[in-house]
Nanobody, 114 residues
Framework: QVQITESGGGLVQPGGSLRLSCTASGIIITENPVAWYRQAPGKKREMVAGFASNGLTNYRDGLKGRFTISRENAEGALYLDANGLKTEDTAIYSC????????WGQGTQVTVSS
């Protein structure tokens, strides 16, 4: 059974930064394709960034440069560094591990507002 937990969300002003974290039990993050998704109110869930099965990173168009995905074996964690946040980045951010599976965490709320 895979259980996923996200953290690190919060309220931040435009231009601010956050580091989102994701941990999982029952699966090794560094040995699987993994991804961050987000869902804004009234919109479909969309992929933000991910590690493919070959280890390469993928980013949603327009987010690379502001968002950086990383993962750490020692901590067994997946991270998303979000910089230069904009109001349109407001959403619930969730992990999908393995990428493409039905395993999701509850998500962490990111609100960008002045």
């Amino acid at each position: 059974q895979v259980q996923i937990t996200e953290s690190g969300g919060g309220l931040v002003q435009p231009g601010g930064s956050l580091r989102l974290s994701c941990t999982a039990s029952g699966i090794i993050i560094t040995e699987n394709p993994v991804a961050w998704y987000r869902q804004a109110p009234g919109k479909k869930r969309e992929m933000v960034a991910g590690f493919a099965s070959n280890g390469l990173t993928n980013y949603r168009d327009g987010l690379k440069g502001r968002f950086t995905i990383s993962r750490e074996n020692a901590e067994g964690a997946l991270y998303l560094d979000a910089n230069g946040l904009k109001t349109e980045d407001t959403a619930i951010y969730s992990c999908n591990i393995p990428w493409g599976s039905n395993y999701w965490g509850q998500g962490t709320q990111v609100t960008v507002s002045s």
